[in-house]
């Protein structure tokens, strides 16, 4: 079983930059990839961002196309989110994400074991 445990989030200024980390312990060598969502009131987890660990394939949702990136440190078992030119409708609970099959990853219920989430705050 794989544990996972956000960091980075806080406060930021509208335009400003973040950067979330994600730190994975337990058995790591069966995830297939790691996804970053983000809470939205009432609906399901809105996908942001997701990366095969493999072949570091990215992928992004079209509210965060262009500004932020997702990486990864296989060996250091880390998934980052650097979130630039951030806005105000960013605000919100961050979580990351490890999935260990073939599976839609913009669907949380691709995903096998989340983290806790980190907040993460823009004021405009």
């Known amino acids: 079983q794989v544990q996972l445990v956000e960091s980075g989030g806080g406060l930021v200024q509208a335009g400003g930059s973040l950067k979330l980390s994600c730190a994975a312990s337990?058995?790591?060598?069966?995830?297939?990839?790691m996804g970053w969502f983000r809470r939205v009131p009432g609906k399901d987890r809105e996908f942001v961002a997701h990366?095969?660990?493999?072949?570091?394939?990215?992928y992004y949702g079209d509210s965060v196309q262009g500004r932020f990136t997702i990486s990864r440190d296989n060996a250091k078992n880390t998934v980052y989110l650097q979130m630039n030119s951030l806005k105000a409708e960013d605000t919100d609970v961050y979580y990351c994400?490890?999935?260990?099959?073939?599976?839609?990853?913009?669907?949380?219920?691709?995903?096998?074991?989340w983290g806790q989430g980190t907040q993460v705050s823009v004021s405009s």
């Open positions: 337990g058995v790591t060598s069966n995830r297939y990839g």
């Open positions: 990366i095969s660990l493999t072949a570091g394939y990215t």
């Open positions: 994400a490890a999935r260990t099959r073939v599976a839609d990853f913009t669907k949380t219920q691709s995903y096998d074991t």
